[in-house]
């Protein structure tokens, strides 16, 4: 199994830019999560979804963040517009159930 | 309010030199405890899974126990390659997704 996907790995945007983060989760996993990193603050969860539906999006920081998954195998987390304090590392995870998350290689965001 | 902590925030260890990391936890119902290892630049990659305080799991260096208030993942006779944040997580009986805490770095010098 590919694990979890990210896509880009990397991303420098200037602020006031639209970013979007794509992840493609676990075949056969029914959970997905997207979590934000940051040395202060550790590992955020922003919002999760279960059998493709949004279920607690209270992490999700403000309205310029938004995600979506239309399908099984596709979710993607949105910032319009971005600023600078967006700038850290996101994570996408999937799970079979609650409890053990997969993991993908993340999406280190900057914004200038 | 469910709450993770994990302490040290970092450890500087001597190749060979046992320690161990901790993670205490407040929260409503523990359905349970997850320890995953986070190496520069990568996800987190999960190690353990304990469900019931008592419970004890190995792999390779690494020992996690499992009390009523907190859990220990102790590392014996580590090596450099076992460098790496270690981030504890707990699962509530609530219908959410896991709390993380902010993790120990650990480094070991050979």
């Known amino acids: 199994d590919a694990g979890v996907i990210q896509s880009p790995r990397h991303e420098v945007t200037e602020m006031g830019q639209e970013v979007t983060l794509r992840c493609k989760p676990i075949s056969g996993h029914n959970s997905l999560f997207w979590y934000r990193q940051t040395m202060m603050r550790g590992l955020e969860l922003l919002i999760y979804?279960?059998?493709?539906?949004?279920?607690?999006d209270s992490g999700m920081p403000e309205d310029r963040f938004s995600a979506k998954m239309p399908n099984a195998s596709f979710s993607t987390l949105k910032i319009q517009p971005s600023e600078p304090r967006d700038s850290a590392v996101y994570f996408c995870?999937?799970?079979?159930?609650?409890?053990?998350?997969?993991f993908g290689p993340g999406t280190r965001l900057t914004v200038t | 309010e469910d709450q993770v902590t994990q302490s040290p925030e970092a450890l500087r260890l001597q190749e060979g030199e046992s320690s161990s990391l901790n993670c205490s936890y407040t929260?409503?119902?523990?359905?349970?405890l997850f320890w995953y290892r986070q190496d520069p630049g990568k996800g987190p990659e999960f190690l353990f899974t304990l469900y019931s305080a008592g419970e004890e799991k190995e792999k390779e260096r690494l020992k996690a126990t499992l009390t009523k208030k907190e859990s220990f993942l102790h590392i014996t006779a580590p090596k450099p390659e076992d460098s790496a944040t270690y981030l504890c997580a707990v699962l509530t009986s609530g219908n959410t997704p896991l709390v993380f805490g902010k993790g120990t770095r650990l480094s070991v010098i050979a």
């Open positions: 929260v409503s119902g523990l359905r349970g």
């Open positions: 995870a999937s799970s079979l159930g609650p409890g053990g998350l997969y």
């Open positions: 979804f279960n059998n493709n539906v949004p279920i607690d």
